[in-house]
């Protein structure tokens, strides 16, 4: 799930495996395995990794967002035949105006939208991970008046353009990874498929790595979140747990161009409900989603104070939970089910600190209440 400002509105859009694009409160649904799916009939198609990155839009018909997309081609022994990624223009309009496809030859298993530094105003880049191979790297001017066919740039060496990203020689695949820019360089985290994180400070200039570390838990890494970027006084807090569980916070530490891996807290309970599935962050909650259809709540004032920490409370979807997004500015929490697409808001009872749930992906969800805060369950 992906959330953008459209004509000053926050929408939450929902791509699914099979590449249906929908959107709350609205009825339009994209398909995009009609768009992408010129192969033969005895073929299949799935959509296996997505990322969007928001684009500044003043005019009526400027895009609002950067969609990019992983397939994988099944023949019709339902064996993978090939891969491609396809990149697609989200207008207001929530249709799609413009897409390309580049092929891959390897299975992709993660994609992420990149900004060279905070300051950049041009350009983005689109990673993507592949099995066993390490990352993709293309070039995006965000430039939308330039024609959409002549923004795409690469594959670019991520060697020379982000070293810290060349994971080739690391085993398993990523399935998670997350960056950012701060005064000792670009940090970067990436979770593996065999139960590997890893982080790795480069410098700027010149952009060559300087420390990497890694962690090794049991399982493929499914939550990989940084809580709270490192500043010249504080580490960075990052939340991570493998499919087993349980989630952990660590302790990026940076001294002197050296990393440093150190535990700081455990949620409790999160190991209990099958698999560990997904996480969200907001100023006040660490939320994690699990296969056995747990919702946890989590403080996050706690869980940055306690080496232990306990679930607030813990809200029963009634189906496993594949994705979670909290939309503060409207006191609401998304969540994708196997079932659907359910909203939560809150209820002024101290009893029952979440609200009520849509099934089914409905165009009718109402607005949280103006004077609800969201997710402030009791803990009495």
Known sequence: MHVFNISDKLQVMVVDLNGLVRWRGNDVVIDLKSIVNDFKQDCTIELVASDAFPLVSSADNDPVAYLGTCWVVYDNLFAPHSFFAALFQVNKDYQVSQWMRISLFEAPTFTKFITPNPNATDNVYWTIFSH????????INKNIKIPFNKRIAGPKSVV????????????GSVLRCDTWVNTSGRVFIAGFDTGYVIAAISSITPNKVLDRKTLKFSGPICILKAIRQNTPTEPAMILVSST?????????????????????????????YDAVVTAAITKQFILIGTYGEQLLIYSLEDALRYTELSPLATLNVASPILSIVPVEHDNALFVLSSKGFHQYFQLDSAQQPMGNMEEGLSSTFESSPKSSQLLKPSTS
């Open 132 to 139: 066993a191979k390490g990352a993709d790297l293309f070039e």
């Open 160 to 171: 020379e353009n982000f070293p810290t990203l060349d994971v080739s020689d690391l085993p």
């Open 244 to 272: 087993i569980g349980p989630v952990t916070i660590w302790a990026l530490c940076i001294d002197k161009n050296k990393i440093y891996w150190e535990l700081r807290c455990q949620l409790s309970e999160s190991e209990v």
